[in-house]
């Protein structure tokens, strides 16, 4: 019996498939400086109050993730700084104030 071999078939390019142009677009406007730090989720829709519509939110990842560019933006990316810590070596040196 022959094996499947689907993923071996030949299948064409669809018809509504991005063209590299179109594609270098995203990534423009996505490294842009006014973009760098934001998501797509963000850009899409500040693009869309601006009456422009490149590609959807989903199109914009794939095409930074096909990049290499899928990784946080923005302040997220900054390394978080160490929790401060107290030690007392005595007794009344420090104080927690626990609000709930």
Known sequence: ??????PQ???PRPAHALDEQERKEILDVCNAPEHASLPPG?????LADDGCYLASES???RGMG???????????KKPARAPTTQRATGPNEVWCLAIT
Do not use: S
């Open 9 to 11: 078939a030949c299948r």
């Open 1 to 6: 019996m022959l094996a499947d071999r689907r």
């Open 42 to 46: 963000q850009i899409v829709p500040k």
């Open 66 to 76: 096909e990049e290499g560019q899928q990784q946080h933006r923005g302040r997220a």
């Open 59 to 61: 199109t914009f990842y």
